[in-house]
């Protein structure tokens, strides 16, 4: 199978390729704006170098879908926090020109990594199934755009393209080795990965629940999904959901309550004047979205969480704590002399022009 992944070298997609590659059974077209080093590349995968904000892109594009049984649309954005507009058109631009690639080259298959942040705000803690309006929660850059996502998706399958459209919608998605880039998106560039295990207590609403799932296993299902060529939504997550008790535990801290209310502009004001790069619309996602009923996934794709919510997140925290990397310019290693070159350079994170 001939299978095309946009975002191949970002935290899910590395995971992706991993599995896809270990099969020996596919031909693997990495997209990605940023393409690793040819020695660093992997077996079995032929990058190409595409900038999904740019329409003068849009021929590479198609170039790189032509023959392909199936397309992972992967790519997303998540920093600089600061510039909405890059975020919106990586986003929702982005995803247009692949869904117009895909029906230019008549790809069979898109599989189109959707989130549970398309999801509206939950009404209690049940967990909720594919049903659930996709209408995003509108404090959230992130959960606007998942959401238009999700409608440009509708329109495509009206069109009557005959493509079948399978939309992923995992939790919070962890591995170990997303541990560099977890800290250049969340943690001021001065402040070191070890700084993660000197927190004495954790200021958090005790309301807290959250649905991880890791890498590995979202690309279980999508492996599987592209096998079977199945279509449709399917949620992603592991049990039991993470409570602050958990994360606590993992920090090796005290929990302290503080309500989202007390602690949203706080968070804001620092958002604000540039002492972190966390948007706070990541707040009201952490406590508005819903848990998620994988049933359809487990009943329809065979599929099974190999590692529990806690694990994930230990996990990912460990991954933090260590500075993990892998290959590519997205997993690249990070270091507190890195990130404060590169902050005289360029300015901070959340604010500062692509390379």
Avoid: C
């Amino acid at each position: 199978m001939r299978v095309a992944i946009t975002g191949a070298s970002g935290n899910l997609g590395s995971a992706l390729l991993r599995r896809l590659s270990g099969s020996g059974e596919h031909e693997l077209v990495g997209v990605a704006r940023r393409v690793p080093a040819e020695e660093l590349a992997g077996p079995g995968v032929r990058w190409v170098s595409v900038d999904l904000t740019e329409e003068r892109d849009v021929p590479a594009l198609r170039a790189a879908f032509e023959g392909a049984d199936a397309v992972v649309h992967l790519a997303w954005g998540f920093q600089p926090s600061h510039n909405e507009r890059y975020l919106e058109e990586l986003a929702l631009g982005g995803t247009r020109r692949v869904i117009d690639a895909v029906a230019a080259t008549a790809v069979p298959h898109l599989v189109h990594l959707s989130s549970i942040g398309a999801y509206s705000a939950k009404a209690d803690d049940q967990p909720v199934d594919e049903s659930w309006p996709t209408g995003g929660i509108d404090s959230s850059w992130y959960g606007r755009t998942k959401s238009a996502a999700e409608r440009m998706l509708d329109a495509h399958e009206a069109a009557g393209h005959g493509t079948v459209v399978t939309r992923m919608r995992p939790g919070i998605v962890g591995q170990r080795r997303a541990g560099s880039a977890l800290l250049r998106y969340g943690v001021p560039g001065l402040v070191p990965a070890r700084a993660l295990g000197w927190l004495p207590v954790l200021p958090m609403d005790r309301g807290l629940r959250m649905p991880l799932v890791h890498s590995d296993d979202v690309a279980a299902a999508i492996e599987s999904a592209l096998v079977q060529r199945a279509g449709g939504a399917f949620n992603l997550a592991a049990d039991p959901p993470l409570t602050t008790e958990h994360i606590a535990r993992a920090l090796g801290a005290r929990p302290v309550h503080v309500p989202a209310a007390v602690l949203r502009p706080m968070m804001a004001a620092a958002w604000h004047a540039r002492l972190q790069q966390v948007d706070p619309g990541w707040l009201d996602l952490a406590f508005g979205l819903p848990l998620l009923d994988s049933s359809r996934a487990r009943r329809e794709l065979g599929w099974a969480p190999t590692k529990d919510a806690v694990s994930v997140f230990e996990e990912t925290l460990e991954g933090m704590r260590s500075a993990a990397s892998d290959r590519s310019a997205v997993l690249r290693p990070r270091s507190v002399t890195a990130q404060l070159a590169t902050a005289v350079r360029r300015g901070p994170v959340s604010s500062r022009e692509r390379p």
